[in-house]
């Protein structure tokens, strides 16, 4: 009996080792595929066909990071304020390559974050979209397969919620990349506010500040860990202080007034406290909103509470 067990035994467990040894070369087959950090050169864009295709012959294996998002630039940039749908596509092929949104721990070359947050500025309206996540249209058109799509004259893009926030967060990581998000968004969402009726009630008057802020507040959640270092605070505040402002009035330019006070809110804030003032910036540009725009108190104050509350939801969703 006992020879017997022996002889079943020693199978069930070569079988046993052997499971495992197949288990653990197809996880480690998966990572190598899917979960591993960007290590090819320029994050594999001047190899990848239909980024070739897209951006232009100037991309070609080999070539320089620096380069490479010169090209990028200047194959996607607005003509005259208005993008094309080649121009739109380029964009998207870019943002799904293999190597850059879908990259477990993603980092992007240093060379290519600048160019990149320079593509994603010019997009501003898109851009602001995807962070706020509300607009259906952004929703269902937001596959690789699904091509840009034309309105008031331009084309806009849609790339996957996953996609795009690993690329702001990778991109972020240089605060120079960052603070320019951070001002294209700036200059949107005091647009956005600019836009709205004078005599505009319920969501008219209350969806856009609120949208404004959960836009925002994705960017904070998606660079709070950066956000950590004393020296990327000091280059991000530097950066968005650099902009140049000219403060008017409201009723003469709306959106520059808007921009410029929250800038000089800014300028005044000490760098400890600069997360935590880009923090609450949806509440302070709605609350210079509301007060140019001689808002009663009680709505003001229901107004900044919900968007007060956007912000902070949008903030702790996005976070890592």
Known sequence: MTGKTTRRTVPVKMWSVLLVGLALLGALGAWLTFGRDTAAPCNGLPEDGRVQKS??????????????????????????????????????????SPGLGYTKNLRIDPAL???????????????????????SQYVFKMGPADAPWESSGTYHLAV???????VVRAVSQDPQAYAILRLAET????????AVPGDATGAAFSLPPTK??????????LTDGYARDQ??????????LREP??????????????????????????EAELANRLRTQGVDIARAWTQARNTDESTRQDLLAEVDRSALSAYSEAKP
């Open 212 to 221: 404004n802020a959960r836009a925002l507040g994705i960017l904070d959640g």
């Open 245 to 270: 402002t000219t403060q008017g009035s409201y009723q003469e330019n709306p959106s520059a007034y808007l921009t410029a006070t929250w800038l000089q809110g800014l300028r005044n804030t000490p």
């Open 187 to 194: 200059r949107y969402a005091a647009q956005q506010l600019a």
């Open 231 to 240: 020296a990327w605070r000091t280059a991000v505040h530097d950066g968005l």
């Open 113 to 135: 974050r600048v160019p990149l947050a320079t593509v994603l500025a010019d997009y501003a309206v898109d851009t602001h979209e995807m962070l706020a996540g509300l607009d």
């Open 160 to 166: 996957e919620h996953l996609v795009f926030r690993n």
């Open 55 to 96: 951006v232009g012959a100037d991309v070609h294996p080999g070539m320089s990071c620096a380069a490479l998002g010169q090209a990028i630039v200047k194959a996607t940039a607005a003509e005259q304020g208005r993008h094309s749908q080649a121009q739109a596509q380029a964009v998207k092929d870019v943002l799904f």
